[in-house]
């Protein structure tokens, strides 16, 4: 019988085995990165003016280590996890998931939060999760899955692993890893959700993100709570959204002077100014935002008007900065704030739950995903009460967003991302790969998944109209994603 084959059982093993092995990374990934956030805190702690000294030589020497040694590991890690998944081109791939590229993540992330980076863990555990399956997607192996398949299960399995949420994992794999691929409903991504999820419990306990939350709302008076934060957070994640991909193609007048050709002086800069608005906010930006979330979820310390602002002034620093690290873990920062300020204005007694709201609104309206968004807050808190008006505030944070911002911020830069690198290949030197392993340019399926059906062309005027010239330069037949439609 097929399902008896020994070569069959051979490739789950190996499937298995890796999933573990990502689990076990996610895990020691996620303690290194809460040591580097406390090491960072004990430091400045002794020695406030530290900080004007570590951050941009740390930034400084990331971002020189990122460009000469480590290409690919620059940014959050989902977009080259996303492109990755687009394309059949084993040139690429190689230069977006790789063993090095894996281990070097690692490393220049909690560099970064050693430094006082406002970055998080969950993008790069995700590009960590997607290399490590996409290691073993090579003929010498046997085909275990396509590769495709691998990679969206790889990114499942970094979520679930690095934050115990294992329907989180599932559903980011679903919803935004395979937003331009037909999700297969089959065994590989359920494996590697699973067995990284079991690894995690396995070695941390069940435990939870937040810690378990008692918040609650009352109806129907926590209508208009869900309906703000799901505005707010949605208008401001479009917002920030725009503000990131647009920095992300170049940073205008003098920013973008030095930006382009000094990198390296200019990521020196962005640690100074990331130390600089720590200082000023008594050390509430530094890091992931995680300690001043739970705080304030558990009622033990409040955030202040400013701290949505500052939050997001740094996290836009660190990407602009190009040193590797996510925006995951700080956006949920970023929506506490929005929260808190929204409870202000709000009687009763529910602020915690505000907190939340205000948490999975701008999740959900950077990343345009409402199911992924309310899915992990709610594991993360543990909180199934909450779970009816996660969902409309998700909801209605991903109607605000799109109004504002067209293209989800992880789906433009992968496009961005993969346009770049295949425009690069194409003007290289190297050989091609043979015919039958080289698909089709995955832009050109984006760009007829997003666009939809062509328009009809009306008929030429004149026998005499003269012919539209052929654009062969390497960019052509590439989409412009700002402004797709149906995106």
Same mark, same amino acid.
């Given at each position: ?12 093993l190996?499937?298995? +085995? ?19 956030i @406390?090491a960072?805190?004990?430091v ?11 951050a941009?030589a740390?930034f ?8 000469r040694?480590?290409?690919g590991t ?16 084993h040139r690429?791939?190689r230069?977006?998931?790789s ?9 220049l ?5 050693l ?11 995700? #590009?960590v ?14 085909r275990?899955a ?10 499942g ?8 949420t294992?329907?989180?994992? %599932? ?13 297969r ?5 359920? %494996?590697?959700?699973?067995f ?6 396995? !070695? ?11 918040a609650a ?10 309906l703000?934060c ?9 917002l920030?959204?725009?503000?990131? !991909?647009?920095?992300?193609?170049g940073?205008?007048? *003098? ?9 390296? *002086? ?5 640690g100074?100014?990331?130390a600089?608005v ?18 304030a979820?558990?009622g ?5 008007i ?5 939050k997001a002034?740094? %996290?836009? !620093?660190?990407?602009?900065s ?14 506490a ?11 009763g007694? #529910? +602020?915690s739950?505000?907190?939340?709201l205000?948490m999975?609104?701008?999740?959900a ?15 993360m ?7 009816l ?7 209605v944070a ?32 190297t ?9 089709p340019?995955?832009? @050109?399926?984006?760009? #007829? #998944? ?10 030429p ?6 012919e ?19 995106a």
């Amino acid at each position: 019988m097929p399902w008896l084959s020994p070569g069959r059982w051979r490739k789950r093993l190996l499937l298995v +085995s890796v999933t573990l092995l990502a689990g076990i990374t996610a895990i020691v990934f996620a303690v290194g990165a809460d040591m580097a956030i @406390e090491a960072h805190r004990e430091v400045v702690h002794m020695a406030w003016w530290s900080s004007l000294i570590i951050a941009p030589a740390g930034f400084a020497l990331i971002a020189w280590a990122t460009r000469r040694f480590f290409p690919g590991t620059e940014g959050s890690g989902i977009p080259q996890a996303i492109a990755a998944s687009l394309t059949d081109d084993h040139r690429i791939r190689r230069r977006l998931l790789s063993f090095r590229i894996a281990v070097a993540k690692i490393g220049l992330t909690l560099l970064g939060l050693l430094a006082g980076a406002s970055i998080g863990r969950e993008g790069p555990s995700v #590009q960590v999760g997607a290399s490590m399956l996409n290691m073993v997607s090579g003929k010498k192996h046997g085909r275990i899955a396509p590769t495709s398949d691998l990679i969206v299960a790889g990114g499942g399995a970094g979520v679930a692993a690095a934050f115990n949420t294992p329907l989180g994992g %599932i559903m980011f794999a679903i919803e935004e890893l395979s937003r331009y691929r037909a999700f297969r409903a089959n065994s590989t991504t359920l %494996i590697a959700v699973i067995f990284a999820g079991l690894m995690s419990l396995a !070695i941390l306990g069940n435990y939870t993100y937040f810690g378990r939350t008692v918040a609650a709302l009352t109806w129907p008076e926590g209508l208009w709570p869900v309906l703000m934060c799901g505005a707010a957070g949605g208008l401001a994640g479009g917002l920030f959204t725009r503000l990131l !991909i647009a920095s992300s193609r170049g940073l205008p007048g *003098r920013a973008g002077t030095l930006a382009r050709p000094y990198p390296i *002086r200019f990521a020196a800069v962005c640690g100074l100014a990331t130390a600089i608005v720590g200082i000023a906010t008594g050390g509430l930006t530094w890091g992931t935002g995680y300690a001043e979330s739970k705080a304030a979820l558990e009622g033990s310390a409040t955030l202040p008007i400013f701290f949505m602002f500052a939050k997001a002034l740094v %996290i836009w !620093i660190a990407f602009i900065s190009g040193i590797p690290g996510g925006v995951f873990a700080p956006a949920l920062a970023v929506g506490a704030g929005i929260g808190a300020n929204i409870a202000l204005m709000l009687p009763g007694e #529910q +602020s915690s739950a505000i907190l939340v709201l205000g948490m999975v609104a701008f999740l959900a309206g950077i990343t345009q995903s409402p199911i992924t968004s309310f899915v992990i807050v709610m594991e993360m808190t543990n909180n199934h009460q909450m779970l009816l008006p996660l969902m409309g505030a998700a909801v209605v944070a991903q109607g605000f967003s799109r109004s504002v911002a067209p293209v989800p911020l992880y789906d433009a830069l992968a496009i961005d991302l993969l346009r770049k690198l295949t425009r690069e290949q194409r003007a290289s030197s190297t050989p091609p790969d043979p015919p039958e392993t080289l698909a089709p340019d995955p832009l @050109e399926e984006l760009k #007829q #998944q997003v666009a939809g059906p062509p328009r009809p062309e009306s008929p030429p005027t004149s026998a005499t109209t003269a012919e539209t010239p052929h654009d062969d330069s390497p960019g052509a037949g590439t989409p412009a994603p700002e402004k797709p439609e149906g995106a």
